[in-house]
C-alpha cells in the first residue's frame, strides 16, 4: 500500500515539475511519504496481541485439609507464597474432606478482553471459579461431574469458565473436589479461538462416534439377514463401546443427558461391562474351532456376566471396583483365547490378537477409572486410548469379515454338496425330487412326459455279507455305471438315493414300452459283466418304472410306490426284476392294482432291447 501511494506522488511531482527543478520536488515529495507511510501505518492501526490458543499458564497450588478455609482465606495464603508450583499432569488425590485450589496468573492485557479458562479434567466431581472483580466482589460460577452440564457456564465436554479479563488482572482461583486422584490441566483461550477449537473437537468425537454406530448398524443388518451370531455379538460391542465412549468424553453428558448430574461415571461402567462382555462372545466365536468346552464355557459365563452389571449399573448400582475387576479379567482371557486361536489359525489368529492388544489401554484405564490406584503411564494410555480402540475396531473388523467369507464359501460348499452323492458323484435325493415335482407339474399339460425309473441292486446284502464294505461301495459304483451308460443323455436325471437304490428320470415323450426296453437294457447291462465284482458277485439288479400321468400325486409319493413295488418283489422272492408301473394307476392308493395290474419281468425271461419310443 505504502509503494502505491509512493507511485502516485510521483507522478504528481512530474505533472506539478515543467522543469528540472519541479522534478526535484516531486521526487522529494513522493521519498517523504514512502518514508512516512510505515509511520503513520503504525500510528493509525494499534498492534493486536498474538491470541491465546491454549495456554498453559503459570498457577499455583495448594491443599485445604479440612475443607473449612474460606476463599479469602485461602487467597492470602497464596498472597504469602505458601502454594507450590503447579505443573501440567501432577496427579493429585482428590477425597471428600480435601479441597485443592489452583491459582492461575493470567497474562497482563491492555483492554478488556473476553477468555475462556478451560479444566479438562472430566473426573472432577465438583470445580467452582472465583475471578475478582474492581468493586472489592467476586465473580463465581460452578462447573463438575456432579452438577448437569445445563448448568454449566459453557456446555462443553469439559468444564470451561468463561469472563472478560479487565486490565490490571492478574490471576483467579479455582476449587476442586473430588472422589478419585485427578491430573492438574488448565488452558486459557480467546473465546473467538476457544469456539473454534470447540467446534473441530466436537467435529473429530461425533466422526468417531458416528463411524462406530454406522459399524454396529451394518453389523446388526448382516446378523439379522444371515442369521449369524458373530456380527450380533460385534456389533453389540460396538454400539456399546460408543456410548461407553461419549460417557469418558463429555459427549454423553453435553447432549444425551444434559439435565442429570453424576451420570456420565455410570452410563460408563454400564456400557463399558456390557461391551466387554460383547466383545469376549464375539472373540471367543471366531476362535471356536481352537478352544476347548470349558473355554468356551467361562466365555459364554464371562459375556452373560458382563449384560448382568450392565443391568445392575443402570439401575443405580456403583460398581466402582468391580467393573475395574470384571473388565481387567475379560481382557486377559480374551488375549488366551486370542493366542490359541493364533496356534490354530495363524492369519485370523493374528488379527484377532493384534486387536485385543489394541484393546488394552481402553480396557485398563476403563478398568482404573472408578477406582483410588494409579495406574503406571496413565497419562499415555489416556491419549493413546482412542487411537488403540479404533485400530482394534478396525483389525477385530477385518477378523470378522474373514470369518464370515469362509462361513460363507463353507455354506456354498455344503449346498454344492447336498445336491452331489459324494461317492458316485450323482445327483442327490433333493435335487431329484426338486425335477420330479417340476416334472409332474409339466404332465398337466402334456400326459406321456417323462419317465420315472426306481432301481435297486437286489443282491446288495449278500454282497456285503460275502465281502463287507468295499464290495458295497463298489457294486454301487458298478450299478451306477450301467445306468449311465445305458440311458444318460441331456435332460436325464439320475440320482442315488441310498446304498444300492437310484431314480432315473427322463425327459422326453414316453410309451410303456419304450420304458420297458430301457429298463431291460439296464438290466442286461448288469449282467454282462459276472463275476467282476469282489468275491466273484454279479450286478442283479431291479427296476420299477412308469410313464404317463398321475394326477394328485407328488415325487414323495410316487417314488414311494415305486420303492414299494420293489420292496414287494424283493419279499415274495420270485425272481422278478422289472415291474412297470401302468399310468392308469394311481401311485397315492392301492386302488389301481385291480384294474391294471403291473407287467412284471424275470432275471431268467430273454431280455430284449429297443430304442426309446
Not at 495464603?77 to 493470567?106: I, K, Q, S, Y
Not at 443282491?459 to 444318460?488: H, K, M, W, Y
Request: proline share 5%; charged share 15%.
Amino acid at each position: 500500500m505504502g509503494t502505491f501511494i509512493a507511485s502516485w506522488a510521483v507522478s504528481i511531482g512530474v505533472c506539478a515539475g515543467r522543469r528540472w527543478q519541479g522534478w526535484l520536488l516531486g521526487l522529494g515529495l513522493g521519498l517523504g511519504l514512502l518514508l512516512t507511510w510505515p509511520l503513520g501505518a503504525q500510528t493509525l492501526a494499534p498492534v493486536l496481541s498474538e491470541p491465546w490458543r491454549g495456554l498453559t499458564v503459570p498457577a499455583w497450588h495448594l491443599v485445604d485439609g479440612g475443607g473449612v478455609q474460606t476463599p479469602a482465606r485461602v487467597m492470602s495464603r497464596f498472597a504469602a507464597a505458601e502454594g507450590a508450583a503447579a505443573r501440567p499432569g501432577e496427579r493429585v488425590t482428590l477425597g471428600p474432606a480435601n479441597v485443592h485450589w489452583l491459582a492461575v496468573d493470567l497474562p497482563a492485557v491492555q483492554a478488556p478482553r473476553e477468555v475462556v479458562l478451560e479444566i479438562p479434567m472430566a473426573d472432577v466431581q465438583r470445580l467452582v471459579f472465583h475471578a475478582p472483580l474492581a468493586d472489592e466482589r467476586w465473580f463465581l460460577a460452578e462447573a463438575g461431574a456432579s452438577l448437569p452440564v445445563a448448568r454449566w457456564p459453557v456446555a462443553h465436554l469439559s468444564p470451561a469458565f468463561v469472563w472478560t479479563v479487565q486490565p490490571g488482572q492478574s490471576r483467579v482461583y479455582l476449587s476442586l473436589e473430588g472422589r478419585q486422584p485427578a491430573e492438574l490441566a488448565w488452558r486459557l483461550w480467546d473465546r473467538t479461538a476457544f469456539d473454534r477449537h470447540a467446534r473441530a473437537v466436537h467435529l473429530l468425537w461425533g466422526a468417531a462416534l458416528g463411524a462406530m454406530s454406522l459399524l454396529g448398524v451394518l453389523s446388526l443388518v448382516q446378523a439379522l439377514q444371515y442369521r449369524n451370531s458373530l456380527p450380533l455379538y460385534f456389533s453389540g460391542a460396538c454400539l456399546a463401546l460408543a456410548v461407553a465412549a461419549a460417557a469418558q468424553g463429555g459427549v454423553g453428558a453435553e447432549y444425551l443427558w444434559p439435565d442429570s448430574g453424576g451420570w456420565s461415571q455410570r452410563m460408563f461402567e454400564a456400557w463399558q461391562s456390557l461391551a466387554q462382555g460383547f466383545g469376549l462372545l464375539f472373540i471367543s466365536g471366531l476362535a471356536r474351532s481352537a478352544l476347548a468346552p470349558r473355554w468356551r464355557s467361562a466365555c459364554g459365563v464371562l459375556g452373560v456376566l458382563g449384560l448382568v452389571l450392565n443391568l445392575m449399573a443402570l439401575s443405580g448400582v456403583a460398581l466402582g471396583p468391580a467393573a475395574g475387576g470384571y473388565g481387567a479379567l475379560v481382557w486377559l482371557l480374551g488375549c488366551a483365547v486370542a493366542w490359541l486361536a493364533v496356534r490354530r489359525e495363524r492369519g485370523l489368529g493374528a488379527l484377532l490378537l493384534g486387536g485385543w492388544l489394541l484393546l488394552g489401554p481402553w480396557q485398563w484405564v476403563g478398568a482404573w477409572r472408578g477406582t483410588a490406584w494409579a495406574l503406571p503411564g496413565e497419562g499415555v494410555l489416556l491419549r493413546w486410548a482412542p487411537s488403540g480402540l479404533a485400530l482394534a475396531l478396525c483389525l477385530l473388523g477385518l477378523a470378522l469379515a474373514w470369518r464370515c467369507r469362509l462361513q460363507r464359501d463353507q455354506a456354498v460348499q455344503r449346498l454344492a454338496l447336498k445336491r452331489i452323492d459324494s461317492l458316485t458323484g450323482l445327483s442327490s435325493e433333493h435335487v431329484v425330487i426338486e425335477r420330479l415335482d417340476h416334472l409332474i407339474l409339466r404332465q398337466h399339460r402334456q400326459h406321456r412326459l417323462g419317465a420315472v425309473m426306481r432301481i435297486r441292486i437286489a443282491n446288495l446284502q449278500a454282497i456285503f455279507r460275502e465281502a463287507g464294505l468295499p464290495a458295497l461301495d463298489a457294486a454301487t459304483l458298478q450299478a451306477s455305471q450301467c445306468i449311465s451308460q445305458v440311458v444318460r443323455r441331456s435332460g436325464d436325471t439320475l440320482a442315488r438315493l441310498a446304498d444300492g437304490d437310484f431314480v432315473l428320470l427322463m425327459e422326453g415323450d414316453f410309451k410303456p414300452q419304450g420304458v420297458l426296453d430301457l429298463a431291460q437294457m439296464i438290466i442286461a447291462r448288469g449282467l454282462a459283466q459276472p463275476g467282476r465284482l469282489p468275491g466273484g458277485a454279479t450286478l442283479r439288479l431291479q427296476v420299477t418304472c412308469t410313464a404317463g400321468f398321475f394326477p394328485g400325486c407328488d415325487a414323495q409319493a410316487l417314488l414311494q410306490r415305486l420303492g414299494a413295488l420293489l420292496d414287494a418283489m424283493n419279499a415274495t422272492a420270485s425272481g422278478r426284476a422289472l415291474q412297470l408301473l401302468q399310468p392308469g394307476q394311481d401311485p397315492a392308493t392301492d386302488s389301481g392294482r385291480a384294474a391294471t395290474p403291473p407287467t412284471s419281468l424275470s432275471w431268467s425271461d430273454q431280455l430284449t432291447t429297443s430304442p426309446r419310443a
